[in-house]
């Protein structure tokens, strides 16, 4: 164990915050998770999680039992602080930075000499100088002297969080040596993966950039999907057939793209140079309309029955997850629902209630379906067969069933 670091405040419990500090835990840091949910807070006291993912339930349970995990409103000393808050955009697609701000008051006045703060949240480039520096500076704090700053971008991915956490390669960029030497450190102490020294602006463009990539690399599978449908093109077969070659590795088109990372963080980089960011913003618009084009699939089907009943096969953002956060799936199904385009049946087999949709089970959707709508490729669509849904239409956005 790194005896420089011992102690630890992750600020923000959420997908990156509780996996952190619960990892960190089972390390033998002694960790404080701090949240502003009193629900989340006692639930995680009581060794128990708020959101699903593989094994987190397992690692937060030893770790809150073996008393290296507490959870709490309010922050206490540390010698490491992590700020793992949302970052989500305004209606004019502008950062909102205020849960970062929020965060880094919140801890400022528990920070001392010596200390390490990191922000995890992914940022728009001048976060980690502009506001978390900043504000610890205006609370009377020697930043890049006594108080080190950096930001240290999270890149795993929901499913995979608890292996990703330990074996991706890490970017770490401080304002200033000092900070990214005494941050890489820290995550050397308990990162299997490389730790990648820079500045805090690259480290905040490079997960940026990660995200944008793969959404126009996603918008371009998207825009081939639609060409493709006009023209009678079978898309996943096309696709598998042009990433034979040895440089072409085309992505898998879908209803759209959802979650708080890939649709949010490329509007951090057009908001930071509109003019510039042209592919970027024209993915972003791609990706965007994706589930009006299935909308209007799905109508132009629906128009040949009476009262068509239309199974709607997931609702979460991606194979396999309980997360509906920016779903194209609820995006899709709640305008089927408004514009009263047929009777839905929805089926969502990670989750156990929806406030909106009454869920049903797979066979009692594909058995009274006149039409289905497969939006989601989780693992029990993909066991359908084709011969499961003879004389049904099928409208399969993400090529589940072969
Ligand atoms: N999607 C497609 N086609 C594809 C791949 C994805 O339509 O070929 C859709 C998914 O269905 C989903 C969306 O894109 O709606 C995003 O899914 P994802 O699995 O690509 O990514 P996320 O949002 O779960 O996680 C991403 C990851 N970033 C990259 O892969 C570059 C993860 O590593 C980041 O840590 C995470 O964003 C984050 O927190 O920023």
Known sequence: MNKEFNTICVVGLGYIGLPTASLLGTKGFEVLGVDVS???????????????????DILVKSSVNAGYLTASLTPREADVFILAVPTPFCDDHQPDLSYIENATRMIAPYVKPGNLVILESTSPVGTTEHTVARILRESGHD????????????????????????????IVGGINARSTEKAASFYRSFVRGEVLETNAATAEMAKLTENAFRDVNIAF???????????????????????????????????????HCIAVDPWFIIASDRENARLLETARLVNDNKPQWVIDKVKAKAAKFKNPQIACLGLAFKA???????????????????????????????????????????????EKADIVLLLVDHREFKA????????????DTRGAIR
């Not at 950096?150 to 390669?169: F, K, M, S």
């Open 38 to 56: 009193q629900n989340v807070v006692d639930t995680i006291n009581a060794g128990k999680i708020h959101i699903v993912e593989p094994d987190l």
């Open 384 to 395: 359908l067969k084709p011969a499961d849904l003879n004389e049904k239409i099928l409208i």
């Open 320 to 366: 396999d997850v309980d997360d509906l956060r920016e779903s194209p799936a609820v995006k899709i199904v709640r305008q089927l629902q408004k514009e009263a385009v047929g009777e839905l049946l929805v089926c969502e087999p990670n989750i156990q209630k929806h406030p909106d949709f009454p869920l049903h089970s797979i066979s009692d959707c594909i």
């Open 143 to 170: 930043v890049g002297k006594d108080v080190h700053v950096a930001h240290c971008p999270e890149r795993v991915l929901p499913g995979r969080i608890l292996i990703e956490l330990v074996e991706n390669d890490r």
């Open 221 to 259: 599978a998207n825009e081939m999907s639609i060409i493709c449908d006009n023209l009678g093109i079978d898309t996943w077969d096309l696709i598998n057939l042009a990433n034979r070659h040895p440089r072409v590795n085309i992505l898998q088109p879908g209803p759209g793209v959802g979650g």
